[in-house]
Every structure is written in C-alpha cells, then in structure tokens.
C-alpha cells in the first residue's frame, strides 16, 4: 500500500510541475518573456512580487489558472469512483462477498444506469453552465448514493447503485464540455490519456486498500475523492461554448453524424471482448489472489505512457492493429494456456496493453470530434455509451458463457469480433479522415475529389477567431516572410513569433506552415 501511495505521489507531483510550467510560460510569454524551466519563472515572479506573496502563493495563483489541471483531477476523482466501486469495481465485489450477497444482478444494474446517464444527458445539457451544475451534483449525487454500502445490504444498495450508475455517468458526458473549454485540440490526445491514467491510479490504490484493510475503508476513500472532485469543479469558470451558425458548420454536420456512428458501432462491438475478460477470464485466475487485484491495469497504465509521449512522427494508427493482434493473442493464450502464474501475466499484459491502445483511440477521437458540434456532452456521452453498452453486451454473454464452462467458444466470438472491427476501420478512418485530418490514430484520406472539396470547405476557417495580433502573424506568413522578418516587424521576439504561429496551427487544425499555406490558397480557389 506504502508503494503505491509514494507511486501516485511521484506521477501527481510530476503532473503539478508539468501543469505549473505550462501555465506560467503561456502567462510570461504575454509580457514577452521566454523562461525554460520552472525554476526560472519562480525567480523572475519573485523580482516583481512583494515579499508577502512567497512561492506557495505563486504556485496556488498559477493553479487557480489552469483549469486544465483542475479539470483532470475533477474527472480522476470520479472516475476513481466508477473503476473501484460502481463499474464492477473491487470494492462493490469485496463487499458483496462479505455479506454473501450474489454479484451478478447488482453489477449488471450498476453497468445499465451509467448506460443512460451517459446516454441521455446531452439532452438536458446544452451549456457550459448546465454542464458545471450536472457534474458537480453528479459528483455529490453518487457521493450519496454510496453511504448505504456502509450498512448491511437492503433495498438501498441495489437503489444506490442505479441512483449513483446513472448520476456518474451523466457526470462524465458533461465533462466533454470542460475537456473543449480548457484543452487546445492538439492537446486533447495527451489529456485523455492523463485522465486514464490517473483514474487508473487511484483505482489501483482503492483496490489495494480494500483488500488488505477492509472495503469499507476503500469506500471511505472513494467518498472522500468525490469531495475533492466537487471542490475542483466548484472551482472552474467554464465559458460557454462559442455557437457558430457558418455554413462551413452545417456542411460538417453530416459528416460529424456518419463519424460518430460509424465510432459507436466500432467501440460497441470491440468492448465485447472487454465484458468476456471481465466475466470469462479474469474469474478464472481468481485463485491467484493478490496478483489479479493490482496487476490487471498495469499493462494498460504502461501502454496508455508509451502512446502519451510518442513523437508526432509515429503514427499511432498503426497501433490499432498491434492492439488487434494483442486481443487474439490473448484469448488464444487463455484457451491453450494454463491458469498459473505466467499464464494469467501473459493472457493479461496482452489484453490491458490492447485496451489501452483503443481506449486513447475513441476518447482522443471524441475529444477532436466536439470542436464540429455546439453540444459536447451529447457526443461525448454518447460515444462513451457505446464503450459501457459493448461491456454490458459482453458481460451478459460471459455469463452464460461462465456457466456453460465454454473457454474455445469465447475465443471464437472474440475473433468474430476483431475480423468485424477490421472490416469497420477502414470505413471509420474514410469518415473520420474528412473531418480530424492531422490527428495522430487516422490515416489521410486521399479519395474522392468531392470529399476533399467537402472537408477543405470547411477547413479553410479557423475553428477559433483569431487574436488581432495572431491575424497580423498570419497575412505576414501568407507573405512569405520568415519569422525573424515577422518579429523585427512587429517589433517582438522570434519565440513569441513562434507562439503565435502554434496557436495560428491549432485553431486550423494543421501541423505546419507548409499545410497551413496550401489550405488557405485552396480554400481561395475553391
């Protein structure tokens, strides 16, 4: 337990210095200023604060500023919640098989509430400010429904985990609204995986602790993150979301509609095999105990760091095979291997690592999606439906399979499953390719010339307006000047130039000043 608390530790303080540079450089560079490292932005703010302020006081103003941070921990603390408690969760079992009570009913009840939160709650949340009241109610709603697991089982754990499944679920589609507001789009991959790693985590701490102390404990723990999830939210100023009524807009709509879609039959499907490992496998190697407990995401946290920090040269679609080949692998390993040891490390590093490859493919994809719609938590909500909907369809069939002693015809259906996945990527990468050009899991699409003057339709605007400066950048750029010509101009300094220029990339959705050039020019001549 002491290992994994100083673990969590180390990667949280090392996330607060990451987030505290990126906040204070974005500040400096507005006065000009260039600082490389943390310890240079403390000591220029300590030139120009009085003495009073102190560093604790510079750290806490440049928190308060980064609601990207506050963000991330807001949706870690929940998702800490649903991973350890009311998705399946060690705890919920650790705690039905302290009283006895058979699992499988309240496990199923608790997956189809966070079904239809997930589902529905883009219908009663169209703004920002909605979106705030939902998932800070969200959060203290599933806090509640919590307190009767403290007390022997009745009526209310089976009301509180549909009460809690469904208010959870509600809380992590409106948290598409803070992931637009406080993530630039080219950040958004590094984000999600942020909050799936931290969620996974905390999950592996709360396991831990309600195994080797007690559930109740781990319980207590969780409600406790709730408050600081609810705190954090408190906190955030979310602006409301800009509505553009272009027709650039309305030209992505149908676009949009088919990507989603065709996002949410691919992750349905695929998530089958998520509800086989969870009631097929994983309960086979039971008997090994304390492994099965901490182990089982460590694969997943590993693969979800590598994909992280990947150079943007790599190109991460190439991993969704790998991930393909990782899940055949694995139920082939589970119907020809043993159950000791070795076995369940190997059955269980190849799924996990596969898990997290497309888990960072649709929540990144959903991320870069709600830039084209004016309701985030409705796409996002309903893209993670789709993930919850595939495990509950899997979980259902892992149980028939579970008591049937079926082991090779869960490894037929799991390869039945990826051939169909493969015959549905193409056909995602088409749709998506129009819309998400520069995105790191999608290969460009060359196709129809009608496609390509479809999405350069509405390519040719940026997703965000321009700052003034920003626009007087971008006439220089489309000049040919070099950015040592644009900062003797402007009368600023090459790396401010820079700046700007990375933000100008962004807000069009292009990796260069090669492609940013050759999309304008189009957008002119079409």
Known sequence: VTNIIQGFWLWFHSFLR?????????????????????????????????????????????????????????????????????????ILYSLLELHNVKASSYIMLAVAAQFFGLFTCGLYTKSAQQAKTVMFFGLGTSLISSVPFFFPPSVLWGVGLAVGGYASGASLAAWGYFLRAFTPKQERLRTCADVLIGSNVIMVALNVLSTKLSPQLGLAVVIFGLLLGMASVWTLNLQPVKQKGDASRARAKDSLRQGVLLLCLFVAVLTINSGLMYHVIQPAFEHLGELTVWYWP??????????????????????????????????????????DTLSYLIVDTLFLAACGVFDLFWWSILGSLLDYTENPSLIFGIGLSANVLGVLGGGLIGLWAAQHSWTAEVTVLALTVICTTLAILPLLNHRLGLLLKTHAYLTAYKGAEEDVHTAAGYQNEALDPLTAREQEVLEMILSGKSNREIAAELHITENTVKTHAQSIYSKYDVRGRAKLISLLLKGEAL
């Not at 490292?37 to 604790?56: E, V």
């Not at 790998?322 to 119907?335: D, E, K, Q, T, W």
Request: with cysteine; glycine share 8%.
């Open 18 to 90: 990451v987030a505290f540079h990126s906040t204070m450089s974005q500040l400096l560079l507005v006065k000009g200023i260039h600082c490389k490292s943390p310890f240079s932005m403390i000591a220029f703010y300590h030139k120009s604060c009085s003495f009073h302020d102190g560093r604790f006081a510079l750290v806490k103003r440049a928190l308060a500023l980064n609601g990207r941070l506050r963000s991330i921990l807001a949706f870690s603390f929940l998702s800490g919640y649903i991973l350890s408690f009311a998705f399946e969760g060690q």
């Open 298 to 339: 460590v694969p997943y946290i590993a693969a979800l760091v590598v994909l992280r920090n990947l150079p943007a040269k790599i190109k991460h679609s190439r991993m969704l095979y790998a991930g393909m080949a990782g899940i055949v692998l694995a139920f082939l390993g589970f119907m020809f291997l043993g159950r």
